[in-house]
């Protein structure tokens, strides 16, 4: 049976710190979500049929995992910190990194076609 170490309460500078971390990640989330109805709403339609529509689309799904996966996130580097264990890796960076590179790709792509 292993035993959890005990939990001590971490300095608050690093608490504040991971907040602005998770406050950061949906502000990322927001900005792709306004992005996607940007898209949607205001940009002028492909030569590729429904492809505004995909690029938007694309967005708000980037946007809805960046929201859903920050609180975890959050919650699992402020237990590592109580504890004293290593701080977590991120996949949502790689997401988001690999996610934006794909939507810049197709827009790129989509822009040059005409």
């Given amino acids: 049976m ?3 170490p005990p939990e001590q309460e971490p300095d608050y500078r690093f608490t ?3 907040e602005r971390t998770f406050l950061a990640w949906i502000r990322t989330a927001l900005g792709l979500l306004a992005a996607g109805v940007a898209v949607r709403q205001f940009v002028p339609p492909f030569a590729i049929p429904g492809a505004t529509t995909g690029l938007a689309l694309g967005c708000i799904a980037l946007a809805s995992f960046v929201a859903a996966a920050s609180y975890p996130r ?3 580097v402020q237990q590592a910190m109580r504890i004293g ?3 977590p890796r991120s996949r949502m960076i790689v997401v988001l990194t690999g996610g934006v590179v794909l939507m810049a790709l197709l827009a790129a792509v989509l822009v040059s076609v005409g």
């Fill in 2 to 4: 292993t035993t959890q």
């Fill in 16 to 18: 504040l710190a991971n």
């Fill in 74 to 76: 959050w919650r699992r």
């Fill in 85 to 87: 264990a290593p701080l």
